[in-house]
């Protein structure tokens, strides 16, 4: 079965310092992989994508994600936070024919001065 | 270009009523999907609805029904409410003619169920 995993329920990271959060997939085939975030009280905003390609994605607000299969891991990085960015973060794998994405539990950021 | 909506913002609704969400999405994307974000359970596919049919359906009861209108608007219905349908429900859209492509959210509707 498909399954995606957050290992981090909550982080706490102080403004201008890097920040990485984990993703790790289980799906048989090459996955369609997805972080979105989500502010309080909001929807989820998509903040990068991969498909296929280059393993390194670049978002918006300056987060990246690098697809590793080798470990089934697409980790979203940013290398310095803002407080803006304290937020949910969801991972999410998608695939042909199902329609719906398989998100994960997600991480909360918090963001200390 | 306007984002996905959804109405009403708040819903507050007693055991047993029905309860209906609305969504619009964004012009020209044609499939609409459904998730309930429940608080603990994380986000819950519903309902997948494209070109006007139902192409997918997460594992809910019966009583969680939609449809999708020529227009591409969509519905939710759940029907004899419960406490536990209490959740944030997203309504997302994305474009025709892609097997997987991204998906746009809403803000969601927020179902009370007293």
């Known amino acids: 079965a498909q399954s995606v995993t957050q290992p981090d329920i909550h982080i706490t990271v102080s403004e201008g310092a890097s920040l990485e959060l984990r993703c790790n997939y289980s799906?048989?085939?090459?996955?369609?992989l997805f972080w979105y975030v989500q502010s309080p009280g909001q929807g989820l905003q998509l903040l990068l994508k991969?498909?296929?390609?280059?393993?390194l994605v670049q978002g918006i607000k300056g987060f990246e994600a690098e697809f590793k299969r080798s470990q089934s891991s697409f980790n979203l990085r940013k290398p310095s936070v803002h407080w803006s960015d304290a937020a949910e973060y969801f991972c999410?794998?998608?695939?042909?024919?199902?329609?719906?994405?398989?998100f994960g539990a997600g991480t909360q950021v918090v963001v200390t001065p | 270009e306007a984002g996905v909506t959804q109405s009403p913002t708040h819903l507050i609704k007693t055991r047993g009523q029905q309860a209906t969400l609305r969504c619009s999405p964004i012009?020209?994307?044609?499939?609409v999907y459904w998730y309930q974000q429940a608080l603990g359970l994380g986000l819950q596919f519903l309902l997948w609805y494209d070109e006007g049919e139902e192409r997918n359906r997460g594992n809910f009861p019966p009583r969680f029904s939609g449809r999708q209108f020529p227009n591409y608007s969509s519905e939710l219905n759940v029907n004899a409410l419960e406490l536990e349908d209490s959740a944030l429900y997203l309504c997302?859209?994305?474009?025709?003619?892609?097997?997987?492509?991204?998906?746009?959210f809403g803000p969601g509707t927020r179902l009370t169920v007293l």
């Open positions: 999410a794998v998608g695939a042909d024919s199902w329609g719906k994405l398989q």
């Open positions: 012009s020209g994307h044609t499939s």
């Open positions: 997302a859209s994305s474009r025709p003619g892609q097997t997987v492509s991204e998906q746009f």
């Open positions: 799906y048989g085939a090459t996955p369609y």
């Open positions: 991969y498909f296929s390609g280059d393993t």
